[in-house]
């Protein structure tokens, strides 16, 4: 089993900041990659970004220039830095992590419960 605790969502005002933090704990050998998705209402789950085992990251068109993503392998950590929001960014924030048990095993995707970001005046 593997356990995403999320914090750091809540209310801005357009043009605030926000950052998002996950922690991965549980039976891990190697979390392959790990990321934010959003869900805003009745629309699908996309990705916002995410950040490979070697540092390779990925990026929504629509938050690009204004999101950073980072991790920190050995704490098995991810955050978002999320800046100049906007209303439409406003959904529910999830983290993903793609993880192996053991060298052997496949890789299975774990999901956090979310955390609330809401973007208004």
């Known amino acids: 089993q593997v356990q995403l605790v999320e914090s750091g969502g809540g209310l801005v005002q357009p043009g605030g900041s926000l950052r998002l933090s996950c922690v991965a704990s549980?039976?891990?050998?190697?979390?392959?990659?790990m990321g934010w998705y959003r869900q805003a209402d009745e629309d699908k789950r996309e990705l916002v970004a995410s950040?490979?085992?070697?540092?390779?990251?990925n990026y929504a068109d629509s938050v690009k220039g204004r999101f950073t993503i980072s991790r920190d392998n050995a704490k098995n950590t991810v955050s978002l830095q999320m800046n100049s929001l906007k209303p439409e960014d406003t959904a529910l924030y999830y983290c993903?992590?793609?993880?192996?048990?053991?060298?052997?095993?496949?890789?299975?995707?774990?999901w956090g419960q979310g955390t609330q970001v809401t973007v208004s005046s």
């Open positions: 950040a490979s085992k070697s540092g390779i990251t």
């Open positions: 993903n992590a793609r993880v192996q048990y053991s060298s052997r095993s496949s890789v299975y995707n774990w």
């Open positions: 549980g039976t891990i050998f190697s979390i392959v990659d």
